[in-house]
């Protein structure tokens, strides 16, 4: 479990969920803790790349498919939060290795 105080002042695991809520914002609050800065650019990485595929499958207009995506990020999402506050990180595969190198 994740036990630092963070300069936004937000404590450990409470910090990641904030960090995956706001993730955008999260980054121009904290500037010390790396982890937090991961979560919330994994975040953000995360719903950029939902908001692209999105584009992508209404330019193809397959708005089934689009939903069936939404959902499936929506429960990756739910299961990031989760692990982030019990401790755990799970880097995605192409946008976690992105969010490491910019914490």
Request: charged share 10%; proline share 3%.
């Amino acid at each position: 479990m994740v036990n630092t105080t963070s300069s936004s002042g937000s404590k450990g695991n409470v910090g990641v969920i904030i960090a995956y809520l706001i993730g955008p914002i999260y980054l121009l609050i904290e500037k010390n803790d790396k982890t937090l800065r991961f979560h919330a650019l994994q975040a953000t990485f995360l719903f950029l790349t939902l908001i692209v595929i999105n584009v992508i499958i209404s330019t193809l207009r397959l708005w089934a498919i689009s939903s069936l995506v939404s959902l499936g990020v929506t429960i990756l999402w739910i299961v990031l939060v989760v692990k982030g506050y019990q401790g755990e990180k799970i880097v995605l595969p192409i946008i976690g290795p992105m969010a490491e190198k910019y914490a």
